[in-house]
């Protein structure tokens, strides 16, 4: 029983440092941000900290992982599916984005701070070549035979998805506030798609 409640405690102090962690170094990015900071943040001393995470570094690399896997862990699935259309693509990867995000908002800016400082060293750890160039998605477009890039595409997905979120605390001054926010993402799930459809149809 002891051991339990220990792997329990163990657990909850893990998940506290690493949403902490989140937070400064979404604030002052890996760079700026210092163990002390996490640490103050997340009520713990440093030495239990270090405990549980040997360095800076390491629980960078840790929350990474975990970001990267949920911002673009639901993509690759999606894009590879054979058994859906196009269509059907679109507004998977949108209802899915979108309910994601709902949950875990300051993911992109996270993620995107980090991308802009290794490009290289993000795109070889979620393998963007092989999952993008190579999907089922790609090759579906290249047979309708269209003259935009498939990536066009993928981009436009992405970016209407991806935008509002980053662009929130300006985006929402200007449509009526933080409580009407939500029912504009969610309108964006039938409208993405459609859009998409349309830029199709016009290929």
Sequence with gaps: MAKVVKAEMD?????????????VFTKKGYGNARTRDI???????????NYYFRSKEKLFEVIMA??????FGILTPILNDSD???QEKFVKITESYIDM????????????????????????????????????????LQE????????HFLMNLLGMIIFPFVGKPILQTVTGGEENYPALMEQ????????LNMMLAKA
């Design 84 to 86: 859906t259309t196009l």
């Design 11 to 23: 657990l909850s102090t893990e998940e506290k440092i690493k949403e902490a962690a989140s937070k």
């Design 144 to 151: 309708k035979g269209t003259e935009i890039h498939p990536f």
């Design 101 to 140: 995000l709902n949950e875990h908002p300051d993911l992109p800016i996270f993620v995107l701070s980090e991308l802009r400082n290794d490009p290289e060293r993000f795109a070889d750890r979620i393998q963007a070549k092989t999952h993008l160039t190579k999907s089922v998605f790609v090759k579906q």
């Design 66 to 71: 975990e970001r990267i896997q949920k911002l």
């Design 188 to 195: 964006r799930k039938k409208l993405i798609p459609e859009w």
């Design 39 to 49: 640490a103050e943040e997340a009520g713990i001393n440093l030495a239990l900290l």
